[in-house]
């Protein structure tokens, strides 16, 4: 098992850019979680997804930010247009749903900067 | 409402000695708890899980758990402290509802010295 699998690990962009981060879960998880870290904010759980559908996006930021999951072995995580603030890195986690017991599985991370 | 709370935002040990992270949690109903460690620039990496079974859990790199109702703690611990274990500790509660929501705490950042 691959683990989940996040891309890309570094990003470096411009204000004003739009950024796409992406994410593999582990195969036959249905449940689909994006975090922001922050040295200011610790973990912030932005959205999460249960079978392909979100169920709470109310730790979106804003409207600049969107998630979507078009189907159960990929989604995006999309910040237009970006901004210094958005600085941080960003984690993937997926989980088989009612399974409370079994944690999530995190992958590695994309570092985003904006400058 | 579901809420953990992580006595310590850093801790400080010397190599040998043993380790102790505090954590409380709060929850409406019998909750999950979870450890989570994060080394320097890495993902997190699951230590260790409660689930309604024992209440000593065993986890990875000698690391152990408690969970203690009367206390609502589920404090972690280790014997001996390793230079590797130096890291960030989360602990986790789980949320309401059937949808495996995870609710982190502050963390605890672990030093140890030679």
């Known amino acids: 098992d691959a683990g989940v699998i996040q891309s890309p690990r570094h990003e470096v962009t411009e204000m004003g850019q739009e950024v796409t981060l992406r994410c593999k879960p582990i195969?036959?998880?249905?449940?689909l979680f994006w975090y922001r870290q922050t040295m200011m904010r610790g973990l912030e759980l932005l959205i999460y997804f249960n079978n392909n559908v979100p169920i709470d996006d109310s730790g979106m930021p804003e409207d600049r930010f969107s998630a979507k999951m078009p189907n159960a072995s990929f989604s995006t995580l999309k910040i237009q247009p970006s901004e210094p603030r958005d600085s941080a890195v960003y984690f993937c986690a997926s989980s088989l749903k009612g399974q409370g017991g079994y944690g999530y599985t995190f992958g590695s991370g994309t570092r985003l900067t904006v400058v | 409402a579901q809420s953990v709370t992580q006595l310590d935002s850093h801790v400080s040990v010397s190599e040998g000695t043993p380790v102790l992270l505090r954590c409380n949690y709060s929850s409406s109903y019998s909750p999950s708890l979870f450890w989570y460690v994060q080394h320097p620039n890495k993902g997190l990496q699951l230590l260790l899980k409660y689930t309604s079974a024992a209440t000593l859990v065993k986890g990875i790199n000698g690391f152990e758990a408690e969970f203690k109702k009367s206390e609502t703690s589920f404090h972690l611990t280790k014997p001996s402290a390793h230079m590797s274990d130096a890291a960030e500790y989360f602990c986790v509660v789980s949320g309401p509802g059937g949808y495996n929501k995870l609710i982190f705490g502050a963390g605890t950042r672990l030093a140890v010295h030679p």
């Open positions: 195969s036959g998880h249905n449940s």
